[in-house]
């Protein structure tokens, strides 16, 4: 069975634009959660989703958002992108959305120049 | 807050010695959780703890939990250079998946 898949594993921006990242969750499961890891920190939460709606959302500017479509897969979305923004986003899935271990996905590395 | 701190921030050992690395809330958890993220990877499940007290070992790893759920620790005997990575702990909003990381603790094996 596949694990949790993300794409693209690579992506060069420039300040001002947006991104698109995409998440495919393990078969199954019906949670997906965002995180952002900059270098050298602990991944942060972005958000969660479980059954297409939003079940919690961390400490991010309106500038990200997200949604999960009926297939479960997952989107973030980022806009007007800032040097800051540079990091690697992580989705991860899990089956309930409960208190239960996260699946990571290999992440996204997102420059933004 | 809901963040959970972890020391030591960095541990370089000879192969073969010990490691153990620390996290610590200042509110009770209801659960923990451990990773561990090998370099350029992501983060991999090890274990989550639960009950107060809990201590639960996987091969060279121990995981603890502490009587007030409030620290706990991961120990590894006899370091190996496959254990090379950055390890951490992580605590939930409960009956939540918004895990919130730790610092984690980076662990280099000189061989």
């Known amino acids: 069975d596949a694990g949790v898949t993300q794409s693209p594993t690579h992506l060069i921006k420039t300040r001002g634009q947006h991104v698109t990242l995409r998440c495919s969750p393990i078969s199954g499961h019906k949670s997906v959660s965002w995180y952002q890891q900059v270098l050298g920190q602990g991944p942060q939460f972005i958000f969660q989703y479980y059954e297409k709606e939003e079940r919690g959302r961390g400490n991010f500017p309106d500038r990200f958002s997200a949604r999960q479509f009926p297939n479960y897969s997952s989107e973030l979305n980022v806009n007007a992108l800032l040097l800051g923004d540079s990091a690697l986003y992580l989705c991860a899935s899990s089956s309930t959305g409960g208190s239960e271990k996260l699946f990571f996905g290999s992440g996204t590395q997102l420059s933004v120049l | 807050g809901q963040q959970v701190m972890q020391i030591p921030q960095y541990q370089h050992v000879q192969e073969g010695e010990d490691f153990t690395t620390y996290c610590n809330s200042s509110?009770?958890?209801?659960?923990i959780q451990w990773y561990k993220q090998r370099p350029g990877g992501h983060p991999v499940f090890l274990i989550q703890?639960?009950?107060?007290?809990e201590v639960k070992k996987q091969k060279r790893l121990t995981f603890q939990f502490g009587e007030a759920k409030k620290n706990s620790s991961l120990h590894i005997t006899a370091t190996q250079t496959t254990d090379v990575g950055t390890y951490f702990c992580a605590r939930d909003q409960t009956g939540a998946n918004n895990l919130f990381f730790g610092t984690g603790t980076r662990l280099t094996v000189i061989p």
């Open positions: 509110t009770t958890l209801s659960n």
């Open positions: 703890l639960v009950k107060s007290g």
